[in-house]
């Protein structure tokens, strides 16, 4: 079945610093990549996702990449903010309605 | 915007019990899924569910996981025996599905503890 990876499992940055997380899937099948933001205590929220015939996608300071031959996909995240600070899941969906997360990276953004 | 709600927010109970979490997903939603997250720990998929019956499910599944929705709002997950590793926030999930996977929208959950 399918596995992700998602590396660093914590990351601090300065305010209007970039972030940028990374992910690996193992199921070559796997054609959607959501990205979700969970606030402490909160449920996860859909931030931003992409399909596998698109290879970027961007969202005001939010952008993914995908690079299916590699199996890696990235979020990016320009000048950051406090409110930004959350945790970050990746994940991935053959289209089989099985969504499987990645680990959580743990963002702080310090003021 | 809608939202997909569960009761209870929290769960109490002893191991050995049997548990009923309640969900009402998004009302024209299609696909119904139940996640749990160990505190600190990644979300981890558990099953989905479509037109009454069940699409996907994970090895954490097993014989004492069971779903239903046994009306047109509603949508439970039943755990027959609970052990203490089942102490986790129980998420419940709906999407609208009708062009392929799409978003999920995360109910806020039911923090279950087993003692």
């Known amino acids: 079945g399918e596995n992700v990876e998602q590396h660093p499992s914590t990351l601090s940055v300065q305010e209007g610093d970039s972030a940028v997380i990374k992910c690996t899937y193992s199921d070559s099948a796997s054609n959607y990549f959501p990205w979700y933001k969970q606030e402490l205590g909160k449920r996860p929220q859909l931030i931003i996702d992409?399909?596998?015939?698109?290879g970027e996608k961007k969202d005001q300071r939010i952008a993914v990449t995908l690079n299916k031959t590699a199996k890696h996909f990235s979020l990016h995240i320009t000048e950051t903010q406090p409110e930004d600070s959350a945790v970050y899941f990746c994940?991935?969906?053959?289209?089989?309605?099985?969504?499987?997360f990645g680990a959580g990276t743990r963002l702080f953004v310090k003021a | 915007e809608p939202e997909v709600t569960q009761t209870p927010s929290h769960q109490v109970t002893q191991m050995g019990q049997e548990v009923i979490l309640r969900c009402v997903p998004i009302?024209?939603?299609?696909?119904f899924y139940w996640y749990r997250q160990i505190l600190g720990q990644k979300v981890e998929f558990l099953v989905s569910?479509?037109?009454?019956?069940?699409?996907?499910k994970s090895e954490i599944f097993d014989d004492q996981f069971s779903v239903e929705r046994p009306d047109g709002s509603n949508f439970t997950l039943k755990i027959r025996s609970t052990k203490l590793e089942d102490s986790a926030m129980y998420f419940c999930a709906s999407s609208e599905a009708r062009q392929g996977v799409e978003k999920l929208f995360f109910g806020s959950g039911t923090q279950l503890s087993v003692l």
């Open positions: 009302s024209n939603h299609l696909y």
């Open positions: 994940a991935a969906d053959t289209g089989g309605f099985k969504t499987i």
């Open positions: 992409i399909r596998s015939n698109v």
């Open positions: 569910f479509y037109n009454n019956e069940i699409s996907e």
